[in-house]
């Protein structure tokens, strides 16, 4: 007799979480207005959690008390509905310790850390930096692999490492690595969320709860469906999905920066009044806007 497997807890961060872009006035200070109402309209299409100034946020052209306003606006906007995920990682350990005890007090429901970036630190190094960060507060953290932009990946053993301790629960797996993904989901009880939008079906299927998306901004019901279908092991189903949401995914992932593209797109539906980004980023150009209308047109979007 074969034993059924226990149900496993729901994902502490939910399963489509959307890695919310950091809405810009046209002078390039803070809207926090459209902040709120850009996390109301991704939690309606379907996500059930928000990393708020991550990568997409743009959290290294934040201040310290921009990071937090933003972290303040999407709780009292959403936080009855969806998990909000604080992005507070960044390469000085220092910092990112203070700004996460700051984050803690504005009602966030976890931390997002990437892995330090630029400084090249060795294993022992990044292990050192996230038992810090996770031990200055007592809110659940997601760790982000994503060594294209960090340099320094987070190897396996590592991770299995980090798991241990109490406050560190999920990953966002952006390194492309099925055999390091495989090591992980076999050996932790981690929530590990695909953190490249095209590999969502695949690390699902693997065993990966969700996806922290930035095309998300542009199609969260359809992530949304394909999902709930994954978890449901309706393959056929999400393949479908899978293959429909390719277009945006070329749209938003592979021609700029992504959140050049989906401030750009937002912009045209109408939910962001300005595109607007701050240097080093810049604005689309013409030809870059007409490669992303032509991908969006496959799925059948005109502006």
Known sequence: MID???????????TVVPAMVTPFHEDGSLDLDTAQSLAAHLVDGGADGLVITGTTGETSTLQDEENIAMFRAVVEAVGDRAKVIAGTGMNDTGHSVHLSQLAAKTGVDGLLLVTPYYNKPNQAGIRAHFETIASSTDLPVMLYDIPGRSVMPIHAPTILELAAHPNIVALKDAKGDFQSTTLVLAGTDLDVYSGEDSLTMPLMALGAVGVVSVTAHVAPG????????????DLATARELHFRLDPYQRAVM?????????????????????????????????????????????????F
Do not use: C, N
Request: glycine share 6%.
């Open 254 to 302: 592979t021609h700029i920066q992504g959140a050049v593209s989906a401030k750009t797109i937002l912009h045209w539906q109408g939910i962001l009044p300005s595109p607007a980004v701050r240097l080093p980023l810049v604005a689309a150009t013409e030809d870059e806007q007409t490669i992303i209308r032509a991908d969006l047109a496959e799925a059948g979007l005109t």
């Open 4 to 14: 059924t497997p226990a149900a496993r807890p729901e994902p502490t961060f939910g």
């Open 222 to 233: 359809l992530y949304r469906r394909l999902v709930d279908a994954m978890a449901a092991g």
